[in-house]
């Protein structure tokens, strides 16, 4: 897995690339996730538009990214879905649990 | 043994994730080669990676001198494989359902459930030796 990030306006946008399984990729994932929240970043949108799939690794990293913004008073928030994703959410009922939004801009958007 | 090692359809590694991107790749290739269409190789990939880390946590306890083994067959209209680790095992009914709305927000907990989901079979086997789970997926 590959991890890009960037800050538009005072948004995170993190895009992970590849598959999220565990071990050392994973674990990017998490750490810059709670790099920004430590940095009280309140606005976090993760880009899954190249995420091929992830298992229950990567959905403990985002409910950990999601409970912990929340706790400080901030949001996270999907978009992008793969169809794989999509449906580990469905299977999970973790789609009850996150907002998610078909493109970056529309989750921008939902911030404003 | 110190890195995967790979004969016929079965590879075998040490009980550590740094391994898992050498599974799937692995896992990939030979499922591709069955003609198995991309999106049953991904369940399948993502069952046999949450397979592949309870052996490495539960079954193996990290312990990087014990070996996980994930082997590869084909069986009538299904692929099989098996995940055998060097544990005592667990109860595959012994797990609290991750969509119970109290367990929703746990980060951890939901690996069997999704393998169960996205598998067709779902079987365990514990000897002396160690545990043998075997999932199939009709392809």
Redesign the interface.
């Known amino acids: 897995m590959k991890l890009n990030d960037r800050v538009q306006d005072d948004i995170v946008i993190l895009e992970p690339k590849g598959k999220i399984m565990g071990g050392p990729d994973a674990s990017l994932l998490h750490d810059k996730l709670h790099d920004y929240i430590e940095q009280d970043m309140k606005k976090v949108i993760i880009d899954l538009s190249k995420v091929d799939w992830m298992n229950s690794t990567g959905l403990g990293i985002l409910i950990s990214g999601l409970t912990t913004i929340r706790n400080n008073n901030g949001e996270l928030k999907l978009a992008n879905l793969t169809k794989k994703v999509q449906s580990l959410l469905t299977i999970t009922k973790l789609v009850s649990v996150f907002e998610a939004y078909d493109s970056i801009d529309e989750a921008i958007k939902s911030f404003k | 043994m110190e890195k995967p090692k790979i004969i016929d359809n079965t590879i075998m590694i040490p009980s550590s994730?740094?391994f898992?991107?050498d599974v799937?790749v692995f896992l990939e290739g030979v499922l591709r080669g069955l003609g198995v269409d991309e999106?049953t190789i991904?369940d399948i990939?993502?069952s046999v990676?949450?397979l592949v880390?309870n052996a490495i946590f539960h079954g193996n306890k990290t312990a990087r001198d014990k070996t996980i083994k994930v082997e590869i067959n084909k069986v009538n209209g299904s692929v099989k494989i098996s995940v055998t680790d060097e544990g005592g095992g667990f109860d595959l009914n012994d797990v609290e359902n991750?969509?119970d709305d109290d367990n929703?927000?746990?980060?951890?907990?939901?690996?069997l459930?999704?393998v169960q989901?996205?598998m067709d079979s779902v079987d365990k086997n514990t000897t002396d030796t160690g545990t043998t789970v075997v999932i199939t997926k009709d392809i």
Not at chain 2, 104 to 111: A, I
């Open positions: 994730q740094d898992l991107p799937d999106s991904a990939a993502i990676s949450e880390n991750p969509i929703l927000l746990k980060e951890v907990g939901r690996g459930f999704i989901s996205l």
